[in-house]
């Protein structure tokens, strides 16, 4: 499956160095990674290349979602950029996928970079996904068309407030209100996200036994309970 990438090919790049491949959490996209993106390219040199994982951004919607699948996608992306081995980072969901890439493709990694997750299942906030998925659906994006994006921001902003008490992850959230002619939608396929979190995201799966022996970070938010 091919998805949506920005990368920082107009930065100078060092050719002999590992690109970096950086993947988004649930509900994210490529954006929140941009001028990061660009930050990483212009102090390491390296080329940085930001995903949208499938079911958000401008990627491809579709029914099957894993951490399986991501994994897999970010390996066909690797392969279709002729790119051996890369640096592979990722934020919470996509912390998990490039953890999983890296069990089943240790060729592929040459060092892995975990933000804000861990295989372990240790946050509340994951149990609490269902009510926050029921408040962004039961909003009648219908009866907001027409109206500028900014004022149907407010407006749903208000009513999620009922699941998300934080301003700012609402507001993160709100980012994936976006308008397509004049009909406000989802940017993410929230179906699919739904029906698949807690069949397949919740819990992280080892793949076998396999083990990535590589050189591997995990960075943890001060106030975040992802990562104890």
């Known amino acids: 499956?091919?998805?949506?990438?920005?990368?920082?090919?107009?930065?100078?790049?060092?050719?002999?160095?590992?690109?970096?491949?950086?993947?988004?959490?649930?509900?994210?996209?490529?954006?929140?990674?941009?001028?990061?993106?660009?930050?990483?390219?212009?102090?390491?040199?390296?080329?940085v290349f930001v995903v949208d994982a499938r079911n958000h951004g401008d990627s491809p919607h579709t029914d099957v979602f894993s951490y399986a699948h991501l994994a897999e996608d970010v390996k066909y992306f690797l392969e279709t950029e002729s790119i051996a081995q890369a640096d592979v980072l990722g934020h919470s969901m996509g912390g998990r996928a490039m953890m999983y890439l890296a069990l089943a493709n240790p060729h592929l990694v040459s060092s892995l970079i975990v933000v804000d997750?861990?295989?372990?299942?240790?946050?509340?906030?994951?149990?609490?996904?269902?009510?926050?998925?029921?408040a962004m659906k039961s909003v009648n994006l219908?009866?907001?068309?027409?109206?500028?994006?900014?004022?149907?921001?407010?407006i749903v902003d208000k009513a999620l407030a009922t699941a998300v008490d934080d301003m700012g992850v609402r507001q993160f959230i709100l980012t994936n209100l976006k308008l397509k002619g004049k009909q406000i939608i989802w940017q993410c396929n929230l179906d699919s996200l739904q029906t698949q979190f807690?069949?397949?995201?919740?819990?992280?799966?080892?793949?076998?036994?396999?083990?990535?022996?590589?050189p591997t970070l995990f960075i943890g938010g001060g106030r975040s309970d992802f990562i104890r």
Request: charged share 20%; no cysteine; net charge positive.
């Open 1 to 47: 499956m091919s998805f949506k990438v920005a990368d920082t090919a107009i930065l100078p790049v060092d050719p002999d160095t590992k690109p970096i491949i950086i993947m988004h959490g649930l509900l994210g996209s490529k954006n929140n990674w941009n001028s990061l993106a660009k930050q990483f390219t212009g102090k390491r040199k390296k080329k």
């Open 117 to 134: 997750i861990s295989p372990v299942g240790v946050s509340p906030t994951l149990r609490h996904m269902s009510g926050l998925f029921d």
């Open 142 to 154: 219908d009866e907001l068309s027409g109206q500028p994006l900014h004022a149907v921001r407010k």
């Open 198 to 214: 807690f069949n397949h995201m919740i819990n992280f799966p080892q793949p076998g036994e396999k083990t990535y022996g590589g």
